[in-house]
C-alpha cells in the first residue's frame, strides 16, 4: 500500500491523497434550490473544489443543514507539527504514594469544580470522585490527596476563598460549556482575581479541563496545566505530584520530556487501597 508522504499530507476522503473533505453547515435560509447553491457557493469561495452538497435538511423552521463533500489541493507538513503537553511520568500508585510521603510529607490539598454558569458535573466528577471513570479511580482514592469537590456553578470568589482557607495546593477547574469562548473568560476572571489575592500558596497549581480544553488553551488563560477528553483520574494524579514536587522544590527542569503516557498502567484492578493512617504512617494497613 502506499504510504502518505509526511510532508505533504492532504485529506483522505475515498483514496489516499485525493483531499476529499466532508462539511455539515447550516445556513440561516430555509432549504431550496437557490439554498442549495449557496451552500456550494460558500465552500467554493473556501477554496474547495468539486464541491457536491448530499444533503439538505431543514432546521427549525427557517435554517437548512447541509452535509457536502469537497475537495482541496493544499497540503500540509505533519513533520513540522508539535504541540505543547504537561509533561510528567505516569508511575505506578504506590510509588506516587511514596514520592509524597518523601517529598512533600503531607497531604496535598486538591479543589475542584466547575466554574461560572456552568453546570456540567459528570467530568470533574470522575477525575474527583472515588468512583474515577473507564475503571481508573479518582484522586478521593488516594489518601495523598485531600479532595475538596465543590461541584457546579462555583463562582470564581468562591473558589478563591475556599483556597485561601484550606490552603489548597491545586485547584481543578472544569470547563463544559464553551459556547461563545464563555469558557476562557471565566478561566481568566479566575487567573486574574488569583494575581490580586495575597496569602495563597506560592506553589498553587492551576488546572483546567473540559471536553474542549488542551494544555495549550490551558496555558493561553494563565493556568499550569490543561486536559481533555479522554483524561484518566491516575494521569491528573500523576502531573499534580510531579508538578507540585517541582514547584515546591524550585526544581527549572522537567522530569521526562514526554511521559504522558510512559509506564501508565491503566488502575483496572485497582491497587489496595491505604487508609490515611496507613499510608501516614508508611505501611501497608489496607482500609
Ligand atoms: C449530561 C449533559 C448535560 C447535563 C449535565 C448534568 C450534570 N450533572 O453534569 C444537563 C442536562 C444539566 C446539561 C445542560 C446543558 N447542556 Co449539556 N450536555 C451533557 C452531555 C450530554 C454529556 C456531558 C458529559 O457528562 N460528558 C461525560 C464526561 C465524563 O465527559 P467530559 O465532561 O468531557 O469530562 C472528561 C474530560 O473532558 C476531562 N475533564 C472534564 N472536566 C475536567 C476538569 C479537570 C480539572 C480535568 C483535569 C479534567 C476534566 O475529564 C473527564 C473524564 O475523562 C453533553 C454532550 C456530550 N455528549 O458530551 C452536553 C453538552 C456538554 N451540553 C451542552 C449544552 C449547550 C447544554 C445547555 C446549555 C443546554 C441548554 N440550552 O440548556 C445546558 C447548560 C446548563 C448549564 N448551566 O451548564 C453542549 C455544550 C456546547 C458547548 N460546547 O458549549 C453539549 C456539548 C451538547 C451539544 N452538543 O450541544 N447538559
Known amino acids: 500500500m502506499k504510504k502518505p508522504d509526511l510532508k505533504a499530507i492532504r485529506p483522505y476522503g475515498d483514496h489516499l491523497d485525493d483531499g476529499i473533505m466532508q462539511f455539515s453547515f447550516t445556513l440561516p435560509i430555509p432549504p431550496s434550490d437557490e439554498a442549495r447553491e449557496a451552500a456550494k457557493l460558500y465552500l467554493e469561495k473556501l477554496g474547495f473544489t468539486h464541491v457536491q452538497i448530499v444533503s439538505m435538511e431543514l432546521v427549525g423552521e427557517e435554517f437548512a443543514f447541509f452535509v457536502a463533500y469537497a475537495q482541496s489541493e493544499a497540503t500540509l507538513n505533519f513533520t513540522k507539527i508539535s504541540v505543547p503537553k504537561p509533561e510528567f511520568p505516569i508511575i505506578p500508585h504506590d510509588q506516587l504514594l511514596k514520592r509524597v510521603q518523601e517529598k512533600i510529607g503531607r497531604r496535598l490539598v486538591v479543589i475542584g469544580g466547575t466554574t461560572g454558569s456552568d453546570a456540567h458535573t459528570v467530568g470533574i466528577d470522575a477525575i474527583l470522585s472515588i468512583k474515577g471513570i473507564k475503571g481508573d479511580k479518582g484522586l478521593e482514592y488516594y489518601p495523598c490527596f485531600q479532595v475538596i469537590n465543590l461541584r457546579a456553578q462555583v463562582s470564581n470568589e468562591r473558589l478563591v476563598e475556599r483556597a485561601l482557607e484550606l490552603k489548597a495546593d491545586a485547584l481543578l477547574v472544569s470547563q ?48 499550569h496545566g490543561g486536559f481533555g477528553p479522554g483524561t484518566l483520574p491516575s ?53
Not at 252 to 271: F, I
Open 176 to 223: 463544559v460549556v464553551t459556547q461563545q469562548d464563555q469558557h476562557l473568560k471565566n478561566l481568566r476572571e479566575l487567573t486574574q482575581l488569583l494575581k490580586k489575592t495575597h496569602g495563597l500558596p506560592p506553589h498553587l497549581l492551576l488546572i483546567a479541563g473540559g471536553p474542549r480544553m488542551d494544555h495549550r488553551t490551558a496555558l493561553s488563560v494563565g493556568f
Open 235 to 287: 494521569q491528573v494524579a500523576n502531573f499534580i505530584v510531579h508538578e507540585l514536587i517541582r514547584r515546591m522544590h524550585g526544581h527549572g527542569k522537567k522530569e521526562t520530556s514526554s511521559g504522558r503516557v510512559e509506564e501508565h498502567v491503566p488502575h483496572k484492578a485497582p491497587p489496595k487501597r491505604l487508609s490515611l493512617f496507613g499510608w501516614l504512617s508508611g505501611g501497608g494497613k489496607g482500609s
